[in-house]
C-alpha cells in the first residue's frame, strides 16, 4: 500500500521507537517517543512545532491534523466538560508521556489533583480570551454555588504552589481574576 509506505518512511526517524497506547481501568496512557520541543506546563497555549515535518505533512495530508497546535487543548476541554481529573504529563529522557483518568468524584480528589485542574483551567480559560474566577473553577469541578470556601482554597492552593497568579493583584477578593503563572 503506498500511503502506508510513505508513512513508514516518514517513521524512519524513530527507529525502533513507537507510539504506545495503553488502557487500564482508571487511565489511559500515551506514550510518545521523544521528548517534547516546548515546556510541558505550556502545551495549551504554545504554537505548533513539528519534530518531524514529513510526517506532520503527511497527517496534515489526510486529514489526520490540523496545524493550530490546539489538540492539548481540546483534550483539556474535553476532561472539564465530562468533570475528569486534569491530565498528567511525565517527560523522561527519551519518551513524553500523557496519562489521561477516568471519572473520579471531586471529593476522592487529592490537592495535586485539584492543584493541576486548577491550573490547566486557568490556562484553557487564558488561551480563549477569559479569566479564571472562583465561579469558573467551581463549575470546571461540578461545584454548586454554595462551595465558595472549597473553590477559594483550591484557588489558593494553586497560588502557593505558584501555578496561577492574580490578573490585579490589587481587585477585591470577590471579584478576583486568575491567570496561568506565565502570564
Sequence with gaps: MVLAEG???????????RISIEIFSDR??????????????????SPPKSRNEAIASFLRRVGVCEERGSGFD??????????????????????????????????????????????MHACLKYVTRDFMTNATLR???GMDSKQI????????????A?????KDPDTAPKHMKYVPYWA
Excluded at 7 to 17: A, Q
Excluded at 162 to 166: G, I, L, R, T, Y
Design 74 to 119: 481540546k483534550v483539556v476541554s474535553q476532561t472539564e466538560f465530562y468533570q475528569l481529573p486534569a491530565p498528567i504529563i511525565e517527560v523522561t529522557e527519551e519518551h513524553t508521556r500523557v496519562i489521561l483518568f477516568s471519572h473520579k468524584p471531586f471529593a476522592e480528589m487529592d490537592r495535586e489533583e485539584r492543584v493541576r485542574a486548577c491550573y
Design 162 to 166: 505558584s501555578k496561577v497568579k492574580a
Design 28 to 45: 489511559m496512557e500515551i506514550t510518545n517517543p521523544g521528548i517534547p520541543l516546548v515546556q510541558v506546563e505550556r502545551f495549551i497555549d
Design 139 to 141: 463549575q470546571r469541578f
Design 7 to 17: 508513512f513508514e518512511h516518514c517513521c524512519g526517524f524513530f527507529e525502533n521507537s
Design 149 to 160: 470556601s472549597i473553590a477559594s482554597r483550591i484557588i489558593k492552593d494553586a497560588v502557593e
